[in-house]
Structure formats: C-alpha cells, structure tokens
C-alpha cells in the first residue's frame, strides 16, 4: 500500500522540479524588453517529454507585415477662432470614426486669448490618417508629432509564453485530479496558484498590448491667436473716438445701473409713502384729539 502512493508522489515532484527549472531559466534573460510598465517579463519555458510542445526562441518566427503590432501615439497643435466649439466638433469626430475620448482640459481666456482646449483622444488604428485628416480642417496646423513602436516581439512572445503556462497550469490541474494523499495535494494546489497569478498577469498584458495596438493615442491642443489691447490714442480723431467712446460707455453703463436700481427705488418709495400716510394720520388723529379736550375761550360781551 505505501509503495502505490509513493510513486504518484515521486511524478508530481518530477513535474514539479521540471516546471521549476525551466521558470528559473526564463526568468534569468527575457529576449523581448517590455514597453509597459509594470509588465511581466519572463515566464518559463515548459520542455517535457510525452508530446508536450517546447516553446523557445527558434519556434518563434518573425510575423508578416501584415501582422505587426505597432503601437500609435502623439500629439498635434492646432489653432481655432474658438478652442471649446473646436473640441466639441473634434469629440464628435472622433467618436463617428469609432474612438473614444479618454481626457479633456479646458482653459479660460487668459491675457487676450480665447482659452484653449486639450483632448486625449484614442482613434482605431485603421482610421488614425482619416481622422486626422478631418481634425486638421477644424483650424490652422501648428505641430503634428506621431511615433509607432513596434512590438510584434512583445505580443509573440507573450503569446507562446501565455499557451506554455495554459498548458503547464492544465497539467498540474490533470494530476491534482488524481493525487491521493495530502502532501501531494497542497503541493499542486501552491504550483496551480502560482502558475495561475502569472498567466493571469501575462493575459492582462497582453490584453494592454491589444488595446494600444488597436486605438492610437493622440493627445490634442486647441490654442486661439493673442488679441493685443487697443493701442492708445496718439492724434487728435484717436483721441476724440476714445473720448466718445468712453462717454458712449459711460451712459451705458450708468443705463445698466439704473436698471439694477429701479426695482429697489421703487420698493423704498412704497415703503416711504406708506410711512408717511400712517405719521400725517397720526398726526392728524392727535391734533383733533387735543382740540377736543381744550376749553372753548368764552366770547367778550
């Protein structure tokens, strides 16, 4: 009876050792350096008998152009009459090209400007040149910068290393199935675990690869031109227009505040009428009442 349940025993740590080596080799050099910060860099590369599939540098080949994953990113300037309608109409344009809008920053007007505007936009990849295209028409182009990082590499290489550790996390599951006593059982239960906190990061970057592959990044700033302030008067018709002006301004703004006013002159007028309606009525009341109570002089004869 001892001699069945050593032998299972004797498997799993074979298995175990073996995954153990080749994850201790992969992580010692990684032939892809990451772009993505935070990335898993290295994952074991699984090469066991009984027609399991060895994954290393010499299986994995170089992909057509037509399968390169070329991240898209920039930034491009451009000036409006208007920055906040301009970015209205860019939002628009973006989400018709199937995007979407990951940030956006408006400015007030500051020193004789209109405000500017600045979007982060994320377009698909297939529409980036269409895009864009149709963004330029909104204003006049000051800057345009575009830079394309490919990571065909990247994404091949988490690709196998992803299906090498499926495989090694379905193993251990398969002989999990049938193990049969406890110390075999905690383990396969730590290796699954472990193996399944490092596939489950490699599919999330993976899955960042895939959403910066497939949307560009283009970050874009909407500036107005600098209005410089009224030159000041230096002939006698510059001088009197901004005399008149000043004057035209000055009834008019004196026009504004007569209209704020007026509802308060007339309330105080009220209140005053009504005050002095009541004091003349007493007035009045008390003068009759101290005729009444004085004697009547009597007449000389």
């Not at 050099?29 to 993505?36: C, I, L």
């Not at 409006?80 to 400015?107: C, H, K, L, N």
């Not at 406890?182 to 399944?196: F, K, M």
């Not at 105080?268 to 009525?281: D, Q």
């Amino acid at each position: 009876m001892r001699r069945t349940l050593i032998i299972p025993t004797a498997l799993v740590l074979s298995a175990l050792a073996l995954s153990g080596c080749a994850a201790a080799s992969g992580s010692s050099d990684s032939p892809v350096e990451m772009v993505a910060p935070g990335s898993y860099e290295s994952a074991p590369d699984i090469a066991t008998d009984g027609g399991a599939v060895a994954f290393d540098d010499a299986t994995r080949t170089d992909a057509p152009t037509a399968d390169r994953q070329v991240i898209t990113t920039g930034y491009v300037t451009i000036t409006v009459d208007e920055p906040m309608d301009a970015a209205a109409d860019a939002i628009r344009i973006t989400e018709q090209a199937g995007g979407r809008i990951d940030g956006r920053s408006e400015y007030a007007p500051v020193d004789g400007d209109k405000g500017s505007a600045t979007l982060t936009l994320r377009i698909p990849s297939d529409t980036l040149t269409a895009t864009l295209d149709k963004l330029r028409e909104l204003g006049e182009v000051q800057e345009v910068s575009l830079n394309a990082t490919d990571v065909t590499m990247a994404t091949q290489d988490l690709d196998a290393r992803i299906t090498a550790m499926s495989a090694s996390v379905d193993r251990l599951l398969a002989l999990l199935s049938s193990a049969t006593d406890t110390d075999t059982l905690i383990q396969l239960e730590t290796a699954i675990s472990d193996r399944q906190a490092q596939l489950e990061s490699m599919q999330a970057e993976r899955r960042y690869y895939a959403d910066q592959v497939s949307l560009s990044t283009v970050t874009l700033n909407f500036v107005s031109e600098y209005t410089s302030p009224p030159a000041e008067p230096d002939t006698f018709l510059s001088g009197l227009e901004a005399g008149w002006n000043a004057f035209v301004a000055f009834f008019a703004g004196l026009l504004v505040a007569l209209g704020v006013l007026l509802p308060w002159i007339v309330f105080a007028g009220i209140v005053t009428f009504v005050i002095l309606f009541f004091v003349r009525r007493s007035a009045k009341k008390k003068a009759v009442e101290v005729a009444a109570v004085e004697p009547t002089p009597a007449k000389k004869k």
